[in-house]
């Protein structure tokens, strides 16, 4: 069976580099996307807890539905194609 590579439409309002927040453990906190796969995202956060950091190492995979945009990352303005 054939990997489903679709983007989502939630999955579509996120990108590498946007600054979300999250619920982990019972406690918010806030990270950046750093890759993202069909229904989640690789996020790196920090943390003072040292149970928390022991545990996740300051990088977790959260579902995109349970995600809230804090700040989009610049994007690139993809020049427009011309046929020469």
């Given at each position: 069976?054939?990997?489903?590579?679709?983007?989502?439409?939630?999955?579509?309002?996120?990108?590498?580099?946007?600054?979300?927040?999250?619920?982990?453990?019972?406690?918010?906190?806030?990270?950046?996307?750093?890759?993202?796969?069909?229904n989640?995202?690789?996020?790196?956060?920090?943390?003072?807890?040292?149970?928390?950091?022991?545990?996740?190492?300051?990088?977790?995979?959260?579902?995109n539905k349970?995600?809230?945009?804090?700040?989009?990352?610049?994007?690139?303005?993809?020049?427009?194609?011309?046929?020469?």
């Amino acid at each position: 069976m054939a990997k489903n590579t679709e983007i989502s439409p939630e999955q579509a309002k996120y990108n590498v580099g946007d600054q979300v927040a999250f619920t982990l453990e019972k406690q918010k906190f806030a990270g950046i996307i750093e890759k993202g796969y069909t229904n989640s995202f690789l996020i790196s956060f920090n943390s003072d807890d040292p149970t928390i950091v022991d545990k996740y190492h300051n990088k977790v995979v959260i579902n995109n539905k349970k995600l809230k945009m804090i700040k989009a990352a610049p994007r690139k303005k993809e020049a427009p194609k011309t046929d020469e």
